[in-house]
Nanobody
Framework: QVQLVESGGGLAQAGASLRLTCTNTGGYYESYHMAWFRQAPEKERQFVSGISKSGDSYYGDSVKGRFTMSRDNSKRTLYLQMNSLKPEDTAVYYC????????????????WGQGTQVTVSS
């Protein structure tokens, strides 16, 4: 059973960087498409970035050029490097996984982490 545990959130000033980590403690990690989503108060959960099981990366328009996602299959770990942070990046960030046909919609994902809070001050 896939179990996802996020870490690395916190408080940062605008323009600073943070790195989020998501570790999969169960399941056959290499066969999953992985993604980061975020959810701000009173807003819908939003796709941030995804990486397919073959290693191709995808990014939401709001983070392109600032965020970089990577995966280390040997460590069963997913990373999100967030640079040039903005106050509008403030949200709870979730790691998610699925093995369906490649799709980044929220409803495609079967496994979710508990979330980690990122707060960016201006």
């Amino acid at each position: 059973q896939v179990q996802l545990v996020e870490s690395g959130g916190g408080l940062a000033q605008a323009g600073a960087s943070l790195r989020l980590t998501c570790t999969n403690t169960g399941g056959y990690y290499e066969s999953y498409h992985m993604a980061w989503f975020r959810q701000a108060p009173e807003k819908e959960r939003q796709f941030v970035s995804g990486i397919s099981k073959s290693g191709d990366s995808y990014y939401g328009d709001s983070v392109k050029g600032r965020f970089t996602m990577s995966r280390d299959n040997s460590k069963r770990t997913l990373y999100l490097q967030m640079n040039s942070l903005k106050p509008e990046d403030t949200a709870v960030y979730y790691c998610a996984a699925h093995r369906r046909t490649l799709n980044w919609s929220v409803n495609s994902f079967d496994f979710w982490g508990q979330g980690t809070q990122v707060t960016v001050s201006s």
